[in-house]
């Protein structure tokens, strides 16, 4: 339906006319034929939709959780294998110094970064996860198998360089495609559920190169370290072929759904933003969309906020190290990191599930952060093995902080498309620019203490806990401008009408009745 046309255009309610008396017109509703039950059918589901709608997540569920979760999985034990592989002699046989292999450790980053916002906004268009996603898995696998054949230091920047390149399109993507499926208030606990892959590779990617270590030294002539890459790397290839083939793209696009589900799916997230989840025209202009990310200031503090929190997880790069400096052997060190990786995985469950419960993300984002402090403080200034283990469990609450922010990000950016996937894009790599400078603070050991990065990671933890209070105030802010939207005697801005008449336009009805659909939508804080 649209606006009628016996009403002049919005452009023209200027002067005299003021725009809320446009806006409460209630001859307007009328001539529109839009009444309140058409109104209720607009801002929430029906108790036959409830039902199905429980039916439609449990599929989503089924099929897409696990395919990303697997994929994530393999993503960080291509990207961290790096690590047990010095252990296993990589560093000695490329005859490597601490300064190489740190240069080598970053330099994945450079290209990751690079490769964000443009990744993202050709993933939108595309308009082909399974496909785009799919290849890049693949592309990545094959670089970290023929990362086995590396000679030299050069040779192993070099393969670095181009893993950061094929990886980037993936966990921007993923946040970006999870926020087509699911509403704000089921993000927390998938993201959660997502994360713990990463969390997954932590533990058994470090038991993977214990085995391969024992088992592997010498087979076939190559060392241990070339045997991690092959064996992860071939893995990937068979995981990103199952993506391109399995994976559905959209809602819309299912075949496993049937038409009832298709509508509900995209209703459900229509209603959750309050708007449509479609770009202008079918598809906004992706200049357009990153002008809006770009000028929206929650997508700066979401940025600052994940550059400190992927700084202070930079440890993750040298955990084996870390455990090494308890006592013990190769085998039992990359067996030690195992165990705080199971733990958090665990937690982020229950951590997850209860923010998505109680509808919170400050609070559930925060409460880390002194763990985290406590953690590396104990890391620092203990020698004996029970408080500097202990110190590592606490320090892997970070990872808390992260499945909270992938879904305070989606919650905070909710419409439309083109401006989420820039913003998600932006996000990602402003955040993951700390993994190009964090490496070098592992430089001195300190007789196994890392002081310098201990420190370090405290002022960066600081730093994201600064940003989410910022952000807190921001969202309560626009909180309190979408009540005044549903204040009827408010009188609406030239800026409140303008975005009124664009949701009208995508959702086909009339201004009034976009104004009733965004009646009750207010952000996760």
Same mark, same amino acid.
């Given at each position: 339906?649209? *606006?009628?046309?016996? =009403?002049?255009?919005?452009?023209t309610?200027?002067?005299?006319?003021l725009?809320?008396?446009?806006?409460?017109?209630?001859?307007?509703?009328?001539?529109? =034929?839009v009444?309140k039950e058409?109104i209720? =059918?607009?801002?929430?589901?029906s108790e036959?939709?409830?039902?199905?709608?429980?039916?439609l997540?449990r $599929?989503?569920?089924?099929?897409?959780?696990?395919?990303?979760?697997?994929?994530?999985?393999?993503n960080?034990i291509?990207?961290?294998?790096y690590?047990?592989?010095?252990?296993?002699?990589?560093?000695?046989?490329?005859?490597?110094?601490?300064?190489?292999y740190?240069t080598?450790l970053?330099?994945? #980053? *450079?290209?990751? @970064?690079?490769?964000?916002?443009?990744?993202?906004?050709?993933?939108?268009y595309?308009?082909?996860?399974?496909?785009?996603?799919? #290849?890049?898995?693949?592309a990545?696998?094959?670089v970290?198998?023929?990362?086995?054949?590396?000679?030299?230091?050069g040779?192993?920047?070099?393969?670095?360089?181009i893993?950061?390149?094929?990886?980037a399109?993936?966990?921007?993507?993923?946040?970006?495609?999870?926020?087509?499926?699911?509403? $704000?208030?089921?993000?927390?606990?998938?993201?959660?559920?997502?994360?713990?892959?990463?969390? %997954?590779?932590?533990?058994?990617g470090n038991?993977?190169a214990?085995?391969?270590?024992?088992?592997?030294?010498? *087979?076939?002539?190559?060392?241990?370290?070339?045997? %991690?890459?092959?064996?992860?790397?071939?893995?990937?290839?068979?995981?990103?072929?199952?993506i391109?083939?399995? %994976?559905p793209?959209?809602?819309?696009?299912?075949?496993l759904?049937?038409?009832?589900?298709?509508?509900?799916?995209?209703?459900?997230?229509?209603?959750? /933003?309050?708007d449509?989840?479609?770009d202008?025209?079918?598809?906004?202009?992706?200049?357009r969309?990153?002008?809006m990310?770009f000028?929206?200031?929650?997508v700066y503090?979401? /940025?600052?906020?994940?550059?400190?929190?992927?700084?202070?997880?930079? #440890?993750?790069?040298?955990?084996?190290?870390l455990?090494?400096?308890?006592?013990y052997?190769?085998t039992?060190?990359?067996l030690? @990191?195992?165990?705080?990786?199971?733990?958090?995985?665990?937690?982020?469950?229950?951590?997850?599930?209860?923010?998505?419960?109680?509808?919170?993300r400050?609070?559930f984002?925060?409460?880390?952060?002194?763990?985290?402090?406590?953690?590396?403080?104990? #890391?620092?200034?203990?020698n004996?093995?029970?408080p500097?283990?202990f110190?590592?469990?606490?320090?892997?609450?970070i990872?808390?902080?992260?499945?909270?922010i992938?879904s305070?990000?989606?919650?905070?950016?909710?419409?439309?498309p083109? $401006?989420?996937?820039?913003?998600?894009?932006? @996000?990602n790599?402003?955040?993951?620019?700390?993994?190009?400078?964090?490496?070098?603070?592992?430089? $001195?050991?300190d =007789?196994?203490?890392?002081?310098? /990065?201990?420190?370090?990671?405290?002022?960066?933890?600081?730093? /994201?806990?600064?940003?989410?209070?910022?952000?807190?105030?921001?969202?309560?802010?626009?909180?309190r401008?979408?009540?005044?939207?549903?204040?009827?005697?408010?009188?609406?801005?030239?800026?409140?009408?303008?975005?009124?008449?664009?949701t009208?336009?995508?959702?086909?009805?009339?201004?009034?009745?976009?104004?009733?659909?965004q009646?009750?939508?207010?952000?996760?804080?």
């Amino acid at each position: 339906m649209t *606006v009628s046309n016996e =009403h002049p255009p919005i452009e023209t309610l200027k002067g005299d006319v003021l725009y809320n008396e446009f806006i409460n017109d209630h001859d307007l509703v009328r001539d529109n =034929h839009v009444n309140k039950e058409e109104i209720m =059918h607009l801002t929430q589901l029906s108790e036959h939709e409830l039902l199905l709608q429980k039916k439609l997540v449990r $599929k989503i569920d089924t099929l897409i959780m696990p395919l990303v979760i697997t994929v994530y999985l393999m993503n960080y034990i291509d990207r961290n294998n790096y690590a047990a592989a010095k252990l296993q002699g990589l560093k000695e046989d490329l005859k490597m110094t601490d300064a190489q292999y740190q240069t080598g450790l970053s330099i994945l #980053f *450079v290209g990751y @970064v690079l490769m964000q916002v443009p990744s993202n906004s050709l993933l939108n268009y595309s308009g082909r996860p399974s496909w785009y996603i799919g #290849f890049f898995v693949i592309a990545w696998g094959l670089v970290s198998a023929l990362t086995s054949q590396v000679k030299n230091y050069g040779d192993i920047v070099a393969c670095r360089f181009i893993l950061g390149l094929v990886e980037a399109p993936f966990f921007a993507g993923v946040l970006f495609y999870l926020s087509k499926w699911y509403t $704000k208030s089921e993000l927390n606990l998938r993201m959660s559920i997502f994360y713990s892959g990463s969390l %997954l590779s932590g533990a058994f990617g470090n038991l993977i190169a214990a085995g391969i270590l024992n088992g592997l030294n010498g *087979v076939r002539g190559y060392a241990p370290w070339q045997w %991690l890459y092959i064996i992860e790397g071939t893995i990937t290839i068979a995981v990103g072929i199952v993506i391109t083939f399995v %994976l559905p793209d959209f809602p819309h696009t299912w075949k496993l759904l049937t038409p009832e589900e298709k509508h509900i799916a995209n209703r459900r997230m229509a209603i959750d /933003a309050a708007d449509a989840d479609i770009d202008a025209a079918g598809k906004m202009s992706h200049l357009r969309g990153m002008k809006m990310a770009f000028t929206d200031p929650a997508v700066y503090l979401l /940025a600052i906020m994940y550059h400190g929190i992927t700084g202070a997880a930079g #440890f993750q790069n040298f955990f084996p190290s870390l455990t090494q400096t308890l006592g013990y052997s190769k085998t039992v060190s990359l067996l030690l @990191v195992a165990p705080p990786y199971i733990f958090m995985m665990l937690w982020s469950m229950g951590h997850g599930m209860l923010s998505d419960k109680m509808g919170n993300r400050f609070w559930f984002y925060m409460y880390p952060v002194p763990l985290v402090i406590i953690g590396a403080l104990l #890391f620092m200034f203990t020698n004996s093995f029970g408080p500097r283990y202990f110190s590592m469990f606490l320090l892997v609450f970070i990872f808390a902080m992260n499945g909270t922010i992938y879904s305070w990000i989606a919650n905070s950016i909710p419409r439309p498309p083109a $401006k989420r996937a820039a913003a998600l894009a932006f @996000v990602n790599s402003v955040g993951n620019a700390a993994s190009i400078w964090t490496p070098f603070t592992y430089g $001195k050991t300190d =007789h196994g203490h890392y002081r310098e /990065a201990m420190g370090i990671n405290i002022g960066l933890v600081g730093v /994201a806990c600064l940003g989410g209070i910022a952000l807190r105030i921001l969202l309560q802010y626009r909180n309190r401008q979408l009540a005044r939207m549903e204040n009827e005697d408010t009188e609406l801005t030239p800026r409140d009408i303008e975005k009124l008449r664009r949701t009208a336009e995508l959702e086909g009805i009339d201004v009034s009745a976009a104004r009733m659909l965004q009646k009750g939508y207010r952000y996760i804080i």
